[in-house]
């Protein structure tokens, strides 16, 4: 059966930090993946998605950038974290197109 | 108007009851529908999938679709304090997924 990881948890950033948060999937090949941030009492904005490796596509202007290196690895990354980053991020994926979307377990993020 | 609207609000009601949740969408190129139940500082569950207009039961729940109307539902029969949780209408067409605001649900015992 397919398994999402997301990775950490929870985090604690100071404000101009770099972020990195990682997510695997396992028991499926070529997945579209995304990235969603979730900030309180709102809903799932979407970030990022990929079709494939090295293929992202950015829904938000932002101080934010996903990659894809290998084909069930999706990576959030920033070179230097703003307050307003803080939030909680999901990961998430899909086999193809119109299929049931599926969530890792979420990273909150604070920004300090 | 946003393109996915969710009702009602905060909802509290006591154990057994039967729960409603809607949803209206905008986009007449929505042809799937989910729900996803999301616990507090978790990531969201996908509890029901459906594509055609019409219900789909499983197990307490059942997923009810009106695309005539722009209108999906989510019911909950005999609640527990265990579904006291925010539940998040989802919709797709291709590659696109748009959520609903959600509704936190509390069941109190």
């Known amino acids: 059966s397919q398994t999402i990881h997301q990775w950490p948890a929870t985090l604690v950033q100071p404000v101009g930090s770099p972020l990195s948060l990682e997510c695997t999937v396992e028991g499926t090949s070529n997945p579209n993946l995304y990235w969603y941030r979730q900030a309180a009492g709102r809903g799932l904005q979407l970030l990022f998605y990929s079709v494939g490796i090295g293929q992202i596509s950015s829904e938000v202007p932002q101080n934010l950038s996903a990659s894809r290196p290998q084909d069930r690895q999706f990576i959030l990354s920033s070179k230097k974290l703003l307050l307003s980053d803080s939030g909680f991020y999901l990961c998430?994926?899909?086999?193809?197109?119109?299929?049931?979307?599926?969530f890792g377990s979420g990273t909150q993020l604070s920004v300090l | 108007q946003k393109e996915v609207e969710q009702d009602p609000g905060p909802l509290s009601v006591p154990e057994g009851a039967i729960v409603s949740l809607n949803c209206t969408y905008s986009n007449s190129a929505f042809q799937y529908f989910m729900w996803y139940r999301q616990y507090s500082r978790k990531g969201p569950e996908l509890l029901m999938y459906t594509y055609s207009s019409g219900n789909k039961e499983d197990g307490r729940f059942t997923a009810q679709v009106d695309k005539s109307s722009k209108y999906i539902s989510l019911f909950i029969r005999d609640s527990q304090p265990s579904d006291s949780a925010t539940y998040l209408c989802?919709?797709?067409?291709?590659?696109?997924?748009?959520f609903g605001p959600g509704t936190r649900l509390s069941v109190l015992p």
């Open positions: 989802a919709m797709t067409y291709g590659q696109n997924f748009v």
């Open positions: 998430a994926w899909t086999l193809r197109a119109n299929e049931k979307l599926f």
